[in-house]
DNA sequence: ATCGTTTGTGTAATCGTTTGCACAGCGATA
DNA sequence: TATCGCTGTGCAAACGATTACACAAACGAT
């Protein structure tokens, strides 16, 4: 009530103002325990009064469960990552779920900020970020079975994951570009080290493959826009390629924005663009990207899907998959 | 060490492992505290082995201090908000503070939020919702004294609060624009029910007020590219005006595409289009959006030196004000 | 040899909840 | 009336750390 107090109330003192014990406080605030309806109803009066509300922390402590989930990104930046994260961060409150938001540049700060976020004793941690091995997750939340988001099967078996797979999607695009003729591709990598867009470029290259072409030119950038742009100019500059596979949609805007300005060639006539992710902005009209794109809405459904098993505790591990549908644009 | 372990070593446990006391194991991990080296080596070395770390739960408990950070937005999805809390949450970790992200569009959700958040004894509060009411904070809040982010100066003088203003940029802007011919300016709302967005539209129309103009035209959106879109057309079938001030980039970019797509405007020769944040998308060669621009990385400055002084033990109220500045574009 | 100071460690209280156990009251059943 | 079961409440022990206090040992100075 009074907004200047300093000073939280807590269950003790508010037991002495209602004339009852701490332990009836608490049953008040806890929907499932004994405890007479008019004895609550008048705790959570006082309770109101004194704005009273019990401490999480202390809570926690006692129940051995935090309700904190962790959630390792690599950037909120990349608008794929952010419209994923809204979403999941949604869910999660429905769940009374509060989520701790890791994200991180740097390798050894990644781990580092890893090992803090355990030690608040989260009760769930989903790792989205390539950069982390999992031996590393298993090791750090050795309490809590991480969920990891994977695009391939597990070597460890003893993990939940959500996979993704993209295969026949990045199919049906190059079979797409191939039948208008287009024969000289190139990859632009979004980075060097992750495993994430080695697989991402292997759906690409065994659907060339089937179509006896490969890749005839190689770029990596590191998923931004300027990288994309840069990069592009280079390679378009070296190499006489006709169509040209990005590693995620913001890269992909960025290599047509280069094709576009710096070498004066249009999508999709003088040239195939293709990004990957399927963010809002792939379907804007400035860009109507042709994109490899992945529902974001189901992908955290499904995690949240695997949250609430491990919640009503059976571990699992569970294992998820889904597939990734073309996005049609203009640009292939 | 053993990934498999389920539960996690107590201070107690290693104490007895190490033959000493649990006040000695805490001491091992106190930077100050009267503790030969060698045992300190000897307790660190046994607590690697076993894979022990304090528990930031208990810990917090007895100190009175979660090092936990309430952050309050509207969406992440908005990169204009993206691209702060990234910054924001880096700066956050090199202070080993952890960042809970509350975000919330409906508004009773969000206030069930943060009193869920505000049990668990947040260090600190960083509203960036304008949606979210400074008495609502204060009482939610009220052993945390909030930081505010806001437009203007509060009423309530006793909270922390980073204020921006953009009169001066907009007023630069509007004449830059007035001086290309342009008369008849419509502004396009971000929002109906937002003070903010009722400042930044006053910014522009001030500054139009001393050419002796108004905005003749208004329309709402809600921050999101369909919302500029659609308005934008909607605006240009109604009315004849040949500039549109945005209430954000996203919109600016809505109604460019609109402005050029649906009516065969191009900018700045036929209408003059203008966005507010300063995202780095706006930057982009397909965008080139001219914008009253907030540098980012001074902003979450501003709010991290803030909360270093509250963490100092000064709660102050500390306000710090920031100014917008143009950035300038081909779409006016 | 004595005193004072410093250093290192243990004991026990504390932080604010939750919950198993005990027990009193009370209505229903035999 | 004695017994049983059920309800509502209090007592006290966790949960896992931190820290004021006490004290013993070590050391230097006199």
């Known amino acids: 009530m009074n907004g200047t107090n300093r000073r939280r109330i807590t269950s003790k003192e508010l037991a002495k103002l209602a004339g009852v014990s701490s332990a009836t406080i608490s049953r008040a605030f806890s929907p499932n325990s004994r405890i007479g309806s008019a004895t609550r109803d008048r705790i959570l009066a006082v309770a109101r ?10 809570r926690s402590l006692n129940n051995q469960r935090s309700r904190l989930v962790a959630l390792v990104v690599n950037a909120i930046g990349n608008p794929c990552e952010a419209e994923e994260q809204q979403l999941l961060i949604h869910r999660l409150q429905a769940h009374q779920l ?15 900020l890893m090992r803090l976020a355990s030690t608040y004793q989260v009760d769930h ?7 982390v091995s999992m031996q590393d997750a298993v090791d750090i939340f050795h309490t809590t079975k991480p ?3 994977s695009f391939e099967p597990l070597e460890n078996e003893d993990v939940s994951n959500i996979r993704i797979d993209g295969a026949v999607g990045a199919g049906e695009i190059i079979d797409k570009i191939v039948s208008d003729g287009k024969r000289r591709f190139a990859y632009l990598s979004g980075t060097k080290s992750s495993w994430i867009d080695k697989l991402r470029r292997k759906w ?4 060339l493959a089937r179509h006896g072409l490969a890749f005839e030119a190689e770029a990596f950038g590191d998923y931004s826009y300027d990288s994309g742009f840069k990069e592009a100019v280079l390679l378009l500059h070296r190499s006489k390629v ?8 913001v890269m992909a805007i960025g290599a047509r924005d280069a094709a576009r300005r710096v070498l004066g060639k249009n ?19 400035c860009n109507d990207l042709t994109t490899l794109s992945l529902d974001h809405v189901s992908f955290m459904d499904a995690v949240v899907e695997v949250i609430e098993r491990h919640e009503a505790g059976d571990e699992g591990p569970h294992s998820i998959t889904l597939a990734c549908t073309p996005r049609w644009g203009s640009t292939a």
Chains 1, 2 share one sequence.
């Open 242 to 249: 006709d169509a040209v596979i990005c590693g995620n949609d």
């Open 49 to 58: 009064e004194y704005g009273y509300q019990p401490n999480a922390i202390a």
């Open 204 to 207: 690409f290259a065994d659907a």
């Open 267 to 285: 999508t999709p006539g003088d040239i195939a663009i293709v990004g990957q992710d399927g963010i809002a902005m792939a379907a804007w009209d």
């Open 125 to 131: 941690v989903v790792i989205f970020s390539d950069m």
């Open 147 to 149: 969920i990891i988001v």
């Open 98 to 112: 509060l989520p701790i938001l890791l994200c991180c540049a740097d390798h050894s700060d990644r781990l580092q």
